[in-house]
């Protein structure tokens, strides 16, 4: 099912953008509902320039809905500034970008009532250097190394040195 283009919300964050005197990104940009989503409030789409909204939000409050849509939008804006240069997510490009957008101090993640979908983590693996357990709901395909120790021992680079071996236990169903 694809998400259903709003053409209101296209409209405003487009607004949005043209107040800021980013007519570029405001030409592109669509904002959708997307009814598969769950525990997300919404999501940022950098290549197609889309924000997904969830419509569980519909029922919680049009400013919800409309803080949602700016939080999403920033990290648009965000990124279309930095160019091709990465940037956090939820960085300082993201937070000038919120205040821009007339959320500022906006927080990273929402605590609102929508169901929270938690797998339970099925697979462990411990790094070979430093003893750092990682817990996974995936197993890991492929050489895979500790990224801790990458960072503070080798320049940020991958090392086999550092590799995450796979404990042979399964973690307990309930990863609380």
């Known amino acids: 099912m694809q998400p259903a283009t709003d053409p209101g919300l296209t409209e405003k964050a487009r607004n ?17 509902w997307n009814a ?5 409030a919404g999501r940022a789409w950098l290549q197609e320039k889309r924000i997904d909204i969830n419509p569980m939000l519909q029922a919680l409050s049009a400013a919800e809905v409309e ?7 920033a990290h648009l804006l965000a990124q279309h500034r930095a160019g091709r240069k990465p940037i ?3 960085g300082k490009e993201w ?23 938690r797998q339970s983590r099925k697979y462990a693996y411990q790094c070979r250097s430093c003893g750092h357990i990682v817990e996974r709901v995936r197993k890991i395909i492929g050489p895979t190394a500790c990224g801790s120790c990458c960072r503070t021992k080798n320049q940020g680079r991958f090392s086999e040195d550092f590799i995450l071996e796979k404990l042979s236990f399964f973690l307990p169903s309930d990863p609380s």
């Open 16 to 32: 949005l953008l043209r107040n800021l005197s980013e007519t570029s990104l405001s030409q592109s940009i669509i904002v959708c």
């Open 36 to 40: 598969r989503m769950r525990s997300a």
């Open 95 to 117: 937070q000038d970008a919120c205040a821009e957008l007339g959320i500022p101090g906006e927080k990273a993640t929402h605590q609102l009532p929508l169901p929270s979908r």
């Open 67 to 73: 803080r949602t849509l700016r939080h999403e939008l």
């Open 88 to 90: 956090q997510a939820h």
